[in-house]
Nanobody
Framework: QVHLVESGGGSVQGGSSMKLSCVVS????????VAWFRQAPGKEREGVAV????????AYDDSVKGRFTISLDNAKTPVYLQMHSLKPEDTAMYYC???????????????????WGQGTQVTVSS
């Protein structure tokens, strides 16, 4: 059983920055992956960024490349999502999720992830 807890959401104006955190427990092994997803009202949940433990390799959805950065510290948790140049279209509930392994060359898919946090709301006003 893997437990994930997100924090750091809130309301900001367009162009602002925000940093989300995801605490993962109990143990994370090399090769495991943690991804950030988001879901706006009336839309499907979409993957925005993923990081693979051990290698630290990352991948991003095109919609956030150059603006969002996923990272983790040496303690393996939390996993962070640093967001810059936020846009109103970034408004969504943001979730982190865990998978035993993942591909970094294909779209980040919800079906690949087994455990999910409860989410944190990000609202960006114009």
């Amino acid at each position: 059983q893997v437990h994930l807890v997100e924090s750091g959401g809130g309301s900001v104006q367009g162009g602002s920055s925000m940093k989300l955190s995801c605490v993962v427990s109990p143990n994370i092994n090399s090769g495991n992956c943690v991804a950030w997803f988001r879901q706006a009202p009336g839309k499907e949940r979409e993957g925005v960024a993923v990081i693979r433990y051990g290698s630290g390799s990352t991948a991003y959805d095109d919609s956030v490349k150059g603006r969002f950065t996923i990272s983790l510290d040496n303690a393996k948790t939390p996993v962070y999502l640093q967001m810059h140049s936020l846009k109103p279209e970034d408004t969504a509930m943001y979730y982190c999720a865990w998978a035993r392994g993942c591909s970094l060359v294909v779209r980040i898919k919800t079906d690949d992830y087994n455990y999910w946090g409860q989410g944190t709301q990000v609202t960006v006003s114009s």
